[in-house]
Each structure stands twice: as C-alpha cells, then as structure tokens.
C-alpha cells in the first residue's frame, strides 16, 4: 500500500517518467526480495532454544548446522531466524495436532 502510495506522489509531483522509474525498482527490489528466500526442507533438532537447523535442498545433502531463534509466535504465522536470515512459516496447512506441538515446543523451551 505504501508503494503504490509513493509511486502515486512521485507521478503527481515529478511526472509520469519518475512515477514509471519508481514503479521498476520497486518491482525489481520484491523480484530480488524473492529470489533470496530460503528453499528446501528445514529440519530442527535439538532443545529449543538450544537447538541446530539444517536446510536441505531438493538435490542436496543437508547442510552444516545453524543456529535457530523464534522472534515472532502468532496465531497463523510464526518467524524465525535461521542463521541470522528470516524465516516466515505458515503453519495452517499442517494437521491441529502437529501445530500445537510446534506451537508448545517454540513458546515453552
């Protein structure tokens, strides 16, 4: 809301040239924004919060252990950061009972 805002000011007070340029990079920056996100399987083991992430691609081995830390518990989203990077999880689409499980095991460690 808040781009479609900005490019709306930037065409009304710069013209049509800067409202298009502004609408190109954004449009590059949620291109770029979603060729970084992470793909794969992540598995968790261990104690939270002492506990090691691995991501695991489709083609590949897993990978080298990584630090793990829940940020954001909601009810219908739950943030992670894994290695330092963001993690979102949608967690709907699992069974009721391997959601409360999941929810258990982030908020009480």
Do not use: H
């Amino acid at each position: 809301m808040l781009a479609l805002w900005l490019v709306v000011m930037a065409g009304w007070v710069a013209g049509v040239l800067v409202g298009g340029l502004v609408m190109l990079f954004t449009a590059l920056g949620i291109v770029k924004e979603a060729r970084n996100q992470a793909r794969g399987t992540l598995t968790i083991s261990g104690t939270f919060p002492a506990c090691l992430a691995q991501w695991q691609t489709s083609q590949q081995r897993p990978g080298p252990d990584c630090s793990v830390q829940c940020d954001y518990l909601g009810p219908w989203l739950i943030g992670l950061r894994v290695a330092g990077r963001r993690i979102w999880l949608w967690p709907d689409s699992a069974p009721a009972e391997q959601r409360r499980v999941l929810r258990r095991w982030l908020r009480y460690p």
